[in-house]
Nanobody
């Protein structure tokens, strides 16, 4: 059974930083593209970032490029999202996804709230 467990969400002030983690199990993590998506209150899912199996290629949504960094540790079966210069509009539930952002296989999410 695939399990994806996100953690690291918190309440943070604008301009602050957070690091999200996603612990994966039940599949060959090192053999899977992984993604982060997010959902703001009252809005649909928005893809945030994608990373390839080896962690050597990454892609970012324009809204987060230059501020967020996706990475992975295949030895620990863990996906990360380093978020800096957080903005009010980054407030959302963040989900890690096995595969591309459109994949239905995702965790239960971790809440990030950016507020002063």
């Amino acid at each position: 059974e695939v399990q994806l467990v996100e953690s690291g969400g918190a309440l943070v002030q604008p301009g602050g930083s957070l690091r999200l983690s996603c612990e994966a199990s039940g599949f060959t993590f090192s053999g899977s593209f992984m993604s982060w998506v997010r959902q703001a209150p009252g809005k649909g899912l928005e893809w945030v970032s994608i990373i390839n199996e080896e962690g050597t290629a990454t892609t970012y949504a324009p809204s987060v490029k230059g501020r967020f960094t996706i990475s992975r540790d295949n030895a620990k079966n863990t996906l990360y999202l380093e978020m800096t210069s957080l903005k009010l509009e980054d407030t959302a539930s963040y989900y890690c996804v096995e595969g591309p952002p459109s994949s239905p296989t995702r965790g239960q999410g971790t809440q990030v709230t950016v507020s002063s």
